[in-house]
Nanobody
Framework: GVQMVESGGGSVETGGTLRLACRAS????????WAWFRQAPGKVREGVAA???????DYTTSVTGRFTISRDNAENTLFLQMNSLKPEDTAMYYC???????????????????WGHGTQVTVSS
């Protein structure tokens, strides 16, 4: 399998910046899609951004233009650069990886096989 460990969460004020990282280990060569999800208390898990093995990216509308997903293949590390943070971005953020997208929806959590344990992001107003 694949093991994933997130880091980089924290507390910032509105308009602040954070960079999340997710280090993967194991059979990472079998993975075709990587993504970040988030879940706020009382809400469903939401797909934030995804990146394919070929570098194609997808973003949920609310973060487009503010967040950037990227990957360092040599280091097996996934990143999420988060700029212009808002209080509504407050959530636990999870990285995930998929062997392949069964239905072709890169921001759907059901597509993903491996998950990290999450890192908390808190944005104060």
């Amino acid at each position: 399998g694949v093991q994933m460990v997130e880091s980089g969460g924290g507390s910032v004020e509105t308009g602040g910046t954070l960079r999340l990282a997710c280090r993967a280990s194991g059979y990472t060569s079998t993975i075709t899609y990587w993504a970040w999800f988030r879940q706020a208390p009382g809400k469903v898990r939401e797909g934030v951004a995804a990146i394919s093995k070929r570098g194609e990216t997808d973003y949920t509308t609310s973060v487009t233009g503010r967040f950037t997903i990227s990957r360092d293949n040599a280091e097996n590390t996934l990143f999420l650069q988060m700029n212009s943070l808002k209080p509504e971005d407050t959530a636990m953020y999870y990285c995930a990886s998929a062997l392949f997208l069964r239905r072709g929806f890169p921001l759907d959590s059901d597509e993903y096989d491996y998950w990290g344990h999450g890192t908390q992001v808190t944005v104060s107003s």
